[in-house]
């Protein structure tokens, strides 16, 4: 763009929303441009509007502007999918934050919700505690201030294994045509107007009543998952971000809509939950326990997380400050200290003196000082035990798995245990912890390590020889190697920290071949962003929405040219 429209343009964007919510500078628009693991690149402005009008204004000038456009909601993704990644774009780029738009309307008395894009997982499950409901996803996500808008667009999983990937047919959004038209869609079910503005503005100010209100407009979760999941014998894997099968307008969309609201359906909390300590050295026993639960129960287990040994051992030093900041504080405070951490860190950066990445240093020296964290019961676990499942069950299912269990480990290696309430809260929140500890012990170790190759798996359902082993060639480059997931689902995240001098895009290249072989499908559940290649079906959706090649263009390793040049 000539330096004329590029004024033009950010004229147009201040009038709409303000100069306060137009930021060209670039330390003001760092923490859009980059991710928290990955992605950077170069943009034009950073737009946050607070209206669900001002964000179509916003959009109107910048497709008048003949700009690219990137729909970010919270940036926590994993893969660097919601930020530019380089500077090799043919055209400017304008990130739109939707982080002022946050809006929940619960409807149909709480067996629903509209979410706006700016809505948390965290507001939501607060929101619907009200009526004895929960969001599709839980502490995970909800802890790091995830969006709900992001995990639909991302067809996103989650450790509860009732609930399935987020999905949903209804939703307004916007999209361009062929011949670039700007058009708004409401597929919400919901009655709401012709013009867009006025859409948009009943639908911000909920100026709609329950007869405005379609019952039948289409799924707002995926109810078939529950089956699906229950087909231990099928040779392909329950759920991963390419499944076309989940691909649904918004759905799976990945930025290359924009969307200013999903109706999703909500679901009810158990009336009573038990957690069962599983530990064994033996696969054979844990495939044992997942065929027999997911073919002869009734009840579906609330969540089956998996830990390895090493992953237990590195989230118990390295996930600690994670550990106690829930656990003292409370998951309302997380968003805060996420964002608290990102501001400290950026301040010490500047200052020369302080290390690189001193929050984490900071907190994991400190937290060192302080008591063993962990209930005996699991330390003693960790000894014995290489191998962990964190069996949660609800209602009925408690005594259906407290059966048996006793009678499986009459005979076997393993073993296990009924968690106290201290002992199932530390189990979950260990696990939780897990996620991040390899990122903070990259921090930590930064003369030592490399990177992390970080990734998310879906097995067979089939495959009963699940846990990994590299070739030798391989193997020599990492330090660890963290194994852990949802094991019901048979969705893995395995993050391998590098030696220093390690070429780790090799690396990942290798294992990812590996996995070609037994016929896994990645990414499970952080979507392909720019780490990962779109194959053919979700590259085809992509170019099916986006026609235009103008929202989020390269991501999957896609063009990143207007018309998908």
């Keep these: 763009m000539k330096s004329n429209q590029t004024a ?9 929303v303000g100069h306060k919510y137009t930021l060209t500078t670039p330390s003001r628009t760092l923490p859009y441009r980059q991710g928290i693991r990955f992605g950077k690149g170069d943009a034009l402005a950073v737009v946050l509007p607070g209206t669900l009008v001002e964000q179509w204004q916003v959009l109107k000038a910048c497709v008048e502007a003949d700009v690219i456009v990137i729909a970010q909601s919270a940036n926590t993704g994993l893969t660097g999918g919601s930020t530019p990644d380089g500077n090799d774009y043919d055209r400017p780029i304008v990130i739109v934050s939707t982080r002022r738009l946050d809006g929940i309307n619960v409807i149909k008395n709480g067996e629903q919700v509209v979410c706006l894009p700016g809505s948390t997982l965290y507001r939501l499950e607060k929101e619907l505690k009200k009526y004895h409901r929960g969001p599709h996803s839980v502490i995970g996500s909800s802890c790091i201030g995830a969006s709900v808008m992001g995990g639909v667009c991302n067809n996103s999983g989650g450790a509860l294994i009732q609930r399935g990937p987020a999905y949903t047919q209804m939703a307004v959004f916007a999209q361009l045509d062929q011949q670039g038209q700007l058009h708004l869609v409401n597929h919400l079910g919901i009655e709401l107007g012709d013009e867009p503005e006025t859409i948009l503005q009943n639908l911000q100010n909920h100026t709609y009543t329950d007869k405005d209100i379609n019952a039948d407009a289409g799924l707002g979760h995926d109810d078939h998952y529950c089956e699906h999941v229950r087909q231990v014998d099928a040779n392909t894997p329950a759920r991963f971000n390419a499944d076309p099968a989940r691909h649904y307008e918004a759905s799976g969309s990945a930025g290359r809509l924009m969307v200013f609201a999903v109706r999703l359906d909500t679901f009810p909390l158990e009336n009573k939950s038990a957690v069962f300590y599983i530990g064994t050295n033996n696969i054979t026993e844990l495939n044992d326990i997942r065929r027999h639960i997911l073919r002869q129960f009734k009840t579906l287990p609330v969540s089956g997380e998996y830990m390895h040994r090493v992953a237990f051992d590195i989230a118990a030093i390295y996930g600690k400050p994670t550990f106690l900041a829930i656990q003292k504080l409370g998951t309302d405070m997380m968003p ?64 259906e798995a407290e059966s048996f269990l006793k009678g499986y480990f009459r005979n076997k290696n393993g073993n296990y245990f009924l968690c106290n309430e201290k002992e199932a809260q530390a189990a979950m929140l260990h696990r939780f912890a897990a996620a991040g500890a390899a990122t903070a012990y990259r921090n930590v170790h930064s003369k030592t390590v490399e990177d992390i190759v970080a990734l998310d798996i879906a097995l067979k359902r089939n495959d009963t020889d699940w846990f990994e082993t590299l070739p030798k060639d391989i193997d020599q480059h990492f330090i ?15 993050d391998y920290i590098a030696k220093k001098g390690v070429d780790c895009d090799k690396v990942k290249h290798d294992i990812l071949a590996l996995l070609d072989q037994r016929g896994a499908q990645y990414p499970a559940e952080h979507n392909v962003g720019h780490l990962y290649h779109a194959n053919d079906d979700l590259k085809k959706f992509y170019q099916q929405i986006d026609p235009t090649n103008s929202f989020n263009p390269g991501i999957g390793k896609t063009s990143k040219k207007k018309h998908w040049a």
Excluded at 488 to 493: D, E, K, L, N, R
């Design 8 to 16: 033009k343009l950010i004229e147009k964007l201040q009038s709409i």
């Design 336 to 399: 805060r200290l996420f964002v608290f951490k990102n501001v400290v860190d950026r301040i010490t950066a500047k200052i020369p003196f302080f290390p690189k990445n001193f929050s984490d240093r900071f907190s994991i020296f400190v937290c060192k000082l302080l008591p063993k964290h962990l209930p005996k019961s699991l330390r003693n676990y960790r000894d014995c035990y290489q191998h962990h499942l964190i069996l949660k069950m609800a209602d009925d299912g408690i005594a």
């Design 480 to 494: 660890h190697k963290m194994y852990y997931g949802h094991f019901f689902c048979y969705v893995f995240h395995q």
